[in-house]
């Protein structure tokens, strides 16, 4: 299999390419910064097994996960985190990004844009194949986004991404232009995610049931087995010389394989982890994080996901959130505060925005989120909401004020759990009735899919983690087009905003290739947002990995997974 070292490519990571117009759009991108905290204090890679031994070719790392098991292990279909995760061990995107936050080569080694915006012309590195021998060329680019575009396919994130992409035309093997519909600030940002990583269309054509179970890509991994409801076995790529950005390992990866368990149960791992018998696991629980720096054997890697806060949004189509007052009223009672500071102990920061704080263009505005009741309860009287029922819940027409908030078991910790039911006590003061509602992955989907015949959704409230790279993502979650499903059935929209004046900023800074003004934008959307009390912002997406008997474990610049292209077990 002849495969070309992006090492041996003009465009090495970090290098600055001519006229690569498009790579500047990515200025205002997030700087996530690699946090390798080392538990003994202060420590780097070399100390992720506490000193415990050297590192050491070969072998099997076990990595015990916590989110919900993919139905699908191909990102395209769909697309959330649980597929992210896994998919980066064995899928590549045309593009990466640095620590630093800039756009970079990967499968994709140079790019350029017209002066309308309209055309990108990308250039794909030489002789790169897939893990079945399958070309990675501008032909195989065609048939990925034209898959994502496929209703069929039942994509919801990629198909996002790819929304402006009006036409791909192979113009040689290693030259691909796209044809956009109109231009995309966002479309580098948007190619660098899992969810519209690279696939083998050999593997694409068998259809979608043998690719759900074993997507073939070009990344350093191949998936070689999967039992649901245990584990998917990952075997080492021999041939594999495409590393991102972020690797320092120039060819196949040091481990010999991978085997991903399903542990949902967060004691079940952090007892496994200390054991040895994992050696990474995610979802820590804060009380764990805490117990693991504590000690010196552990390494805790802290990666805030890009795009999106976790938030609660405010279901403004239906009452009673279609009210601003009532929006207020709730934020104003809610109180999140001392939780956060209590059930999160230190491992959260209280968010004021929209935006994750890797974000460089998020806006904060602490002002609008003071707990007030007495003016929470004035408002309500104000909307009409002034009588009280036996149980000391507000009423209005014969109506309780009801707020029903499904909750994700997979996607909210216990700490976040709790957090919602300080939230439910909280609000009751002021007479709110907050029906909280634990649900599984598939279940929670189901309770936010768009109302038939015209009816009314199933929630009031949500908690809904978004991960997009960038702030394209605020058009992704407040865009009043994104109140309208995507092929899987989800909608992104889910406070049910339609703005004709925030829409027209949405678009405008989709548009802009100024970065300057691109970023003045976001501003003013981010501020419409917060002050029409659409969302209560939570913390950023939180994103923690233990280590133990490892070492070199990083995570991507993009979406903030892990890659174990560098890591190497210690003996």
Not at 56 to 69: H, Q, R
Not at 377 to 405: K, N
Not at 481 to 506: I, K
């Amino acid at each position: 299999m002849a495969v070309a070292r992006l090492s041996d490519l003009p465009a090495r990571r970090g290098a600055r390419l001519p006229g690569r117009r498009g790579a500047h759009l990515a200025a205002g991108a997030a700087a996530l910064a690699l946090v390798l905290a080392a538990c003994s204090g202060g420590g780097g890679d070399d100390d992720a097994a506490g000193g415990a031994g050297e590192p050491v070719d070969g072998g099997t790392l076990v990595y015990a996960t916590g989110d919900a098991e993919p139905t699908c292990l191909d990102p395209h279909v769909g697309g959330n985190y649980p597929q992210a995760l896994i998919s980066t061990q064995y899928l590549e995107p045309l593009v990466g990004r640095d620590a630093d936050g800039e756009i970079q080569p990967w499968l994709a080694t140079d790019w350029q844009v017209s002066d309308d915006g309209l055309t990108w012309d990308l250039t794909l590195a030489d002789d790169v194949t897939f893990t079945d021998g399958t070309p990675m060329d501008a032909e195989a680019v065609k048939v990925n986004i034209e898959h994502l575009q496929d209703p069929d396919t039942a994509s919801s994130t990629g198909w996002l991404a790819v929304q402006k992409i009006a036409e791909v035309e192979p113009v040689d093997e290693t030259h691909v232009r796209l044809h956009l519909s109109e231009p995309d600030s966002a479309l580098l940002e948007s190619l660098s995610m899992q969810w519209t990583a690279m696939q083998s269309p050999a593997g694409i054509a068998r259809g979608m049931e043998e690719n759900c179970a074993a997507p073939i890509g070009t990344g350093p991994f191949v998936v070689a087995d999967w039992v649901p409801q245990q584990h998917v076995v990952l075997e080492r790529n021999e041939d594999y010389s495409t590393p991102g950005p972020q690797a320092e390992n120039d060819g196949p990866a040091h481990l010999e394989r991978i085997e991903w368990r399903f542990l949902p149960d967060p004691a079940t791992r952090w007892a496994a982890l200390q054991s040895g018998e994992v050696h990474v696991i995610d979802n820590p629980e804060p009380e764990v994080i805490v117990a693991a720096e504590a000690g010196g054997e552990f390494t805790h890697i802290d990666a805030p996901r890009p795009g999106s806060v976790n938030r609660i949004e405010l279901n403004s189509s239906q009452p009673p959130f279609d009210d601003v007052r009532v929006r207020q009223a709730f934020i104003y009672s809610a109180d999140v505060d001392p939780g956060i500071e209590t059930l999160y102990q230190g491992v959260a920061t209280r968010s004021h925005s929209p935006l994750s704080s890797v974000e460089p263009t998020a806006y904060s505005d602490p002002s609008l989120f003071v707990t007030d009741l007495e003016e929470a309860g004035r408002l309500l009287d104000e909307a009409g909401w002034s009588e009280v029922d036996d149980e000391g819940y507000r009423v209005r027409d014969g109506e309780r004020l009801t707020v029903r908030l499904p909750v994700s078991t997979n996607q909210s910790v216990a700490a976040e759990q709790s957090l919602f039911e300080q939230i439910q006590a909280n609000t009751r003061q002021v007479g709110f009735e907050v029906v909280l509602t634990p649900l599984d992955l598939s279940a929670w989907y189901g309770a936010l899919a768009a109302p038939e015949d015209g009816g009314e959704n199933q929630y009031e409230a949500v908690s809904a983690p978004y991960t997009k790279v960038g702030p394209d993502v605020l058009r992704i979650l407040y865009h009043s087009d994104s109140t309208v499903p995507a092929p899987s059935g989800y909608f992104a929209n889910l406070s049910q905003v339609t703005d004709d004046e925030l829409d027209a900023l949405l678009d405008e800074a989709a548009r802009s290739t100024d970065p300057e003004r691109r970023a003045d934008l976001y501003t003013e959307v981010q501020k419409r947002v917060l002050e029409g009390y659409y969302i209560l912002p939570l913390y950023d997406q939180q994103n923690h990995f233990l280590t133990r008997g490892v070492t070199d474990v990083r995570t991507l610049g993009t979406v903030s997974t892990p890659t174990f292209v560098d890591a190497r077990l210690t003996s």
